[in-house]
């Protein structure tokens, strides 16, 4: 098209056009045509997951100390399984997340629902102190939390026998004893979930609402129908947000565990402190792995419900 | 004219306040069974608050709303016996078309075996059965508003209540949902009550015609006496074009009452009603006729001008004629040839009309 467009001008004359034309076709968003972009994006690629394919690639290096490339093996896979420490953390881990997530997505969800469909007083300020838990520094959120818990504890471990000392007794049993932690967690990890599905409930068209109840269904029935469907891309998005963030939180976890409950992070804390070993890569790793899993499954159960 | 009985609905003294704005003030009307009935007026004046009570999605502040019998004062949207067509057509977007008209009923409890067939049928209504499956992201606005149609016909309301239905859609297809909906409504023999500002609208498709303005019913009658017999200024001016000239009543020559018209001198006009005192005289500007030469007839009201503006539409121009006394005619000319006559600016006409096509004015 340029060259036909060019055909009659004189050689040098015609090249300089050339370049012009082309540079015009050249819309504002064909990014990957110009090189200095392709190296910037390449840059961009690198600083974000060079870390994370160094840290999977080393997970497979042969080597204890794990600093030089030493060769191929798989075997710390099988340490890292071996090492009963390790893998009681990422079990820990696992069911905090689980337990944040599943809390911090209903209690999260509600809040979004409730700021926006009612009006009452003090409605503003209410929406800015539940942010909160987003914008304060997360060591303070972790002392604040490990005052709470250690005043908590001293109130409930001064009754001795009775309802209550049977109720601290369940405390100390497996998944329980992990409730300080992801009470923790929920506590921070479910403003996220509704910031994300009050967003997403500002685009709601309300006639919507007011349609389903003119066809003869009741407020359950239009919640159940139309509203949650409609919150689902929101709900399912804060989930994997607050499973995220309460898988990888270290700051918080690290005040509000006891010396029995230890997660992930903090093993890992713990274990590095004495060199890093390629069997944390490896555990690392399956982390990444579990995430990218969840992830993917998300999207796929939210567009097949889409269908 | 409307008796008790044939009331589908009955609206009696309903009064809604929304902090201190009076939306709706003290509105009573009667809307009979199989009509079609239209609330007209600008946007602000209350039809859409009057049409949202009826479906009880508002709450009136005083005053009762009767529908097929029942007093709906306790009455839940769900649970009455009127279903809407909204704005902006509120088709659930996660739902297909089928599943969208199916949802009335599933929620209201019909039985399975029934939903499919009575889904089936409305969709045939509309047209819209080859579509059943897709989803509504794949429709076009005129399609979504057939579905919005199709899932408030499958209730089989007693009353069903159209919101500006057809105020998103473009001019062509806009006249074709026109006569599509005057003919449902006599295929399926259900109340209708649209809500619309546009007169056309309303003047084509209602067999009855509510006028509002601000919160209060202006005028209730059928589109030819609200045309040819406006009871207001603000009806006359709201529906249609009209030349409103203000004028007195001076005195009476026989059946006629003899008027003093700014700018037009004294024309003696038929009254039904006793007049007095100021008044306005009302012409629409198709009944105005333009000629060259002075026009003779009987009784003619008649006046030199002079052509000011001309404004062509194609099927018809509007020309603007100003009288020796600064007065602005509007006068309607049909272009019934291929090459009508051209009326250019500064041109001398005559402008005439007959009395019998004026209406005094009172109020």
């Given amino acids: 098209m340029a060259t036909e467009a060019t055909h009659g001008l004189p050689p040098a004359r015609r090249l300089s056009l050339q370049r012009l034309v082309t540079a015009a076709e050249q819309g504002p968003l064909d990014y990957g045509s110009r090189l200095w972009l392709k190296v910037l994006i390449g840059l961009v690629f690198v600083a974000l997951y060079a870390p994370i394919l160094a840290l999977i690639a080393f997970s497979f290096n042969d080597s204890k100390r794990n600093v030089v490339w030493q060769g191929f093996t798989t075997k710390y896979y099988l340490v890292a399984w071996e090492n009963q420490a390790l893998i009681e953390a990422m079990v820990n881990s696992l069911t905090i997340a689980l337990m944040c997530t599943l ?16 009006r009452f007083p003090f409605k503003s300020a209410y929406e800015g102190f539940m942010a909160l838990p987003i914008v304060i520094p997360e060591i303070c959120m972790g002392v604040a939390l490990l005052v709470f818990f250690a005043r908590m ?24 004893n992990l ?26 068209n309300r006639e919507l609402d007011e349609a389903s109840r003119d066809l003869g269904a009741s407020e359950w029935q239009t919640f159940r129908h139309v509203i949650l469907p409609y919150m689902q891309p929101g709900l399912i998005a804060g989930a994997l ?48 792995v579990i995430t990218l899993v969840a992830t993917v499954l998300a999207m796929r159960l939210q567009r097949s419900e889409r269908n | 004219m409307t008796s008790q009985n044939d009331a589908v609905v009955s609206i009696r003294n309903i009064t809604k306040m929304f902090a201190d704005v009076t939306a709706v003030d003290n509105v009573s009307l009667d809307i009979e069974r199989n009509e079609f009935f239209a609330l007209l007026g600008p946007s602000g004046c209350g039809k859409t608050t009057l049409l949202r009570m009826l479906a009880g999605l508002e709450r009136p502040s005083s005053g009762e709303i009767v529908i097929d019998g029942e007093n709906m004062a306790a009455t839940p949207p769900n649970k009455r016996p ?47 059965g080859p579509l059943r499956r897709r989803m509504p992201d794949q429709l076009s606005g005129g399609q979504r508003q057939r579905v919005a149609l199709a899932r408030a016909l499958v209730k089989r309301p007693k009353v069903l209540l159209l919101d500006e239905p057809l105020s998103a859609l473009d001019a062509k297809l806009r006249e074709q949902m026109q006569l599509e909906l005057t003919r449902l409504q006599e295929t399926v023999g259900i109340t209708f009550v649209i809500v619309t500002h546009d007169q056309d609208e309303a003047l084509s498709m209602a067999s009855r015609i509510a006028v509002m303005d601000r919160g209060r019913v202006c005028q209730i009658a059928s589109p030819q ?21 203000d004028g007195e009543v001076i005195g009476l020559a026989g059946n006629a009452v003899l008027c003093q018209a700014e700018g037009l001198g004294e024309m003696a006009l038929p009254a039904e009603v006793p007049v007095s005192g100021r008044i306005a005289v009302a012409v629409r500007p198709e009944k105005l006729k333009l000629s060259a030469v002075e026009p003779t007839g009987p009784g003619l009201i008649k006046s030199k001008g002079t052509v000011r ?47 019998e096509d004026t209406l005094i004015l009172t109020e």
């Fill in chain 1, 103 to 118: 809390f911090a997505t209903v209690i999260g969800g509600a809040a979004a629902l409730l700021l926006w469909r009612f």
């Fill in chain 1, 153 to 176: 504890g001293r109130f409930m471990s001064g009754f001795e026998s009775g309802p209550i000392a049977w109720w601290n007794s369940l405390f100390t049993v497996w998944p329980l």
């Fill in chain 1, 179 to 204: 409730a300080s932690i992801a009470i923790a967690h929920i506590a921070f990890a479910f403003p996220f979930v509704a910031v994300v599905v009050r967003a997403r409930m500002a685009g709601f």
């Fill in chain 1, 241 to 288: 947000l607050a499973f995220t963030l309460s898988l990888d939180d270290f700051v918080i976890t690290f005040f509000t565990s006891g010396p029995e409950t230890v997660t992930f992070p903090v093993k890992v804390y713990s274990l590095v402190r004495r060199g890093v070993s390629p069997d944390i890569n490896a555990a690392s790793t399956v982390l990444i």
């Fill in chain 2, 82 to 128: 009127v279903n809407m067509v909204f704005q902006s057509y509120a088709v659930f977007p996660h739902m297909s078309v089928e599943q969208n008209v199916a949802y009335g009923l599933k929620v209201g409890g019909t039985p399975a075996a029934e939903i499919g067939p009575r889904v089936t049928e409305a969709l045939e209504m509309v047209r819209l």
């Fill in chain 2, 225 to 245: 006496e609200l045309y040819e017999r406006p009871a207001s200024r603000f009806v006359a001016d709201f529906i249609g074009k009209v030349n409103l000239i």
């Fill in chain 2, 309 to 355: 503006d001309v404004a062509y539409y194609g099927d018809t121009s509007n020309v603007f004629v100003e009288t020796p006394a600064a007065r602005e005619l509007s006068v309607n000319v049909q272009n019934e040839r291929r090459s009508p006559t051209v009326y250019r600016r500064g041109d001398a006409v005559w402008v005439s009309w007959s009395p």
